[in-house]
Structure formats: structure tokens, C-alpha cells
């Protein structure tokens, strides 16, 4: 749908007394570029960066020193992955627009042009760049971590999403990649010098160890529902062993990584606080995720997401009250 096709009323739409969807809303090009960076989703990566500097900080105190870098650093975080999901749209747009759910993009719909949003991309990643300096200093790890991973989410958006299970494990490593920011921010309140001993990274080894196949399955989710789109064009798990094989497999994965959670003593020590937002997170999660895999493919995965969210506030509250 063009801009012009947008703005003008169909013949059954003034008959049915209804406006298009795209009417209701105006097409305002501010709201077409707040959707293009997911606002709600990338909170994931905002959130990983939260629970891995609470975790480094487990029996420490939490002061301004740290909380003015981490608000810093958390800004920048979204700014970068909202980057990425930017220039994803921008290099996906033709395969969108064959697509029944995310032709309405802004850039698959036509609202906003690929060169618009190459533009939107960079003006996003400048400013994370900016935001990360500010945290943490111009020539900081923070800044070339910030970097790099603006760098792996335009090879991903490049050509590396066309990869059979390469795609998967990339967004399974930006997931989790914000555990090293947050290392790399540990001294940005005490002059630079590192805080991160043994202990905590061992902490952020077990969040990695959850976080990472958690997404990799979520993706795996969203592969099966694009299967048909992708045909021809991608190289996915669905295309390759099947859409209820593939989707039985990321379920599977899903209930192995929680039961690991439940049962491995690591976990419940790292989050235990008082009330127990771990607990009460997983008494929720865990029935979401069984119910998500009985659900057809998109609801299903949208459901998963929310489940996600849940354990990652349970997370943080654990680590706050320890």
C-alpha cells in the first residue's frame, strides 16, 4: 500500500462507514518510526543489560555512581538494538511485502522509503555511539562493544539472516550480549578500573546459558510462521526439517532450558530475595510457556515473548530485594 493508497478512502470503506487502518492513525511518520524499532520487544535487550549488572553487583551497593552510567548505558542499548530492527526492516522490505502479517510496515507498505530508513538507521546508531560514551567514556569498551554490535546487526540485516541456523544463533548472542555490555559498564562509576571478578562472571555464564537458547527457539518460532515468505529467499529451520518439527523442537528447548532453571540451585541463589519475585516469575512463566505450545505458531511465540518478559522481571526483582 502506497502513502497515497493510504490516505484514500475505498468506495466499501465510506459504504461501511470505516476508515482504514492507516486513516485511523493518520500515517503519521512519527509513529511509523517509533514502530520500526519494536519499542515493546527491544525492552529484552534493555533488560538483559539490567540483569547483568544487578548480577555483577550482587552484595554491593547501588548508588548513583552506578545508577547514572547504567540509565546511560541503558538508553544507548535501545537506541542500537532499535537500529537493528530498523535496518532489518529496510533490507527485508520486498520480502515483507509479500508477507500476509508485515506488509503494513512502514518501509514493506511504502510509507517510509528504503534511503528514509538507511537514514533513520544511522541516525540511531550515531546516537547510541553517543549515549554509550556518555556512560562510560569516548574510548571505553562499553563504546566498541556498542559498535560491534551495531556492526553484527547490519551483516545480520546484510545477508547472514539468509544462513540455515546462523540467524538463529546470531539473534541468540544479541540477546544475550548485553550481559558483556553491562561487564564492560562495571567501571564506569569508579574511574574505569573493572569490578567484575570470577564470581560475577561466572553469574553472567548462567545467565547466558538461559538467555541464549531461549531466543534461539523464539526464533525458530517466527521462522516457522514466515515459512512460506521465506521460501525460495532464506535458508531456515522450517524450510529445512519441517514447520511442526521445527516447532515441537523450539517448544522442546524451551521446556529443557526452564526445567534446568527449576532444578539447578544456581538460579534460585543468584535471584533469591525477599518477597521471591524468582519464585513467583517462574510459577507464572512456566504454565505460559506449556500454553504457548499448544497454540497456533503466532500466538504461540507472542505468548513465549511475554513469558520471556515475566522471568526478566522476576530477575531483576530478585536482584534488587537480595
Not at 529467499?233 to 529445512?240: F, G, Q
Request: net charge positive; glycine share 12%; aromatic share 6%.
Amino acid at each position: 500500500m502506497s502513502k497515497a493508497e493510504c490516505l484514500m478512502p475505498s468506495e466499501n470503506d465510506d459504504a461501511l462507514g470505516l476508515s482504514p487502518p492507516c486513516r485511523t492513525t493518520g500515517c503519521a511518520p512519527l509513529r511509523d518510526l517509533f514502530d520500526m524499532i519494536r519499542p515493546a520487544t527491544i525492552l529484552q535487550a534493555v533488560g538483559a543489560l539490567v540483569v547483568g549488572r544487578l548480577a555483577i553487583l550482587t552484595g554491593g551497593t547501588v548508588g548513583s555512581d552506578v545508577l547514572r552510567p547504567l540509565g546511560w548505558a541503558a538508553a544507548s542499548v535501545y537506541l542500537s538494538y532499535g537500529a537493528g530492527m530498523a535496518i532489518n526492516d529496510a533490507a527485508d522490505a520486498q520480502l515483507d511485502a509479500l508477507h500476509e502479517t508485515k506488509r503494513d510496515r512502514p518501509v514493506a507498505s511504502g510509507r517510509i522509503s528504503v534511503t528514509a530508513a538507511g537514514v533513520y538507521c544511522a541516525e540511531l546508531g550515531a546516537g547510541s555511539l553517543v549515549l554509550a560514551a556518555r556512560a562510560t567514556g569516548m574510548r571505553s569498551g562499553f563504546v566498541t562493544w556498542t559498535a560491534s554490535n551495531l556492526l553484527l546487526m547490519l551483516g545480520y540485516a546484510s545477508g547472514l539472516q539468509r544462513l540455515l541456523l546462523v540467524k538463529n544463533a546470531l539473534c541468540g548472542w544479541l540477546a544475550v550480549s548485553p550481559l558483556i555490555g553491562a561487564a564492560l559498564l562495571a567501571g564506569a562509576g569508579s574511574g574505569g578500573a573493572s569490578t567484575v571478578g570470577t564470581a560475577s562472571v561466572g553469574r553472567l555464564c548462567w545467565l547466558a546459558a538461559a538467555g541464549f537458547p531461549l531466543q534461539v527457539a523464539r526464533e525458530v518460532l517466527k521462522d516457522a510462521e514466515d515459512v512460506e515468505a521465506d521460501r525460495g529467499k532464506k535458508l531456515t529451520l522450517p524450510l529445512a526439517m519441517g514447520i511442526e518439527p521445527s516447532r515441537r523442537a523450539a517448544h522442546g528447548l524451551v521446556g529443557v532450558v526452564l526445567g534446568w532453571m527449576v532444578f539447578t540451585p544456581h538460579y534460585w541463589q543468584m535471584f533469591s530475595s525477599t518477597p521471591p519475585f524468582y519464585a513467583a516469575a517462574m510459577v507464572i512463566c512456566i504454565p505460559m510457556c506449556v500454553r504457548a505450545s499448544w497454540l497456533p505458531l503466532r500466538e504461540g511465540e507472542q505468548l513465549l515473548k511475554r513469558s520471556i518478559y515475566v522471568l526478566l522481571v522476576g530477575m531483576i526483582g530478585g536482584l534488587v530485594l537480595k
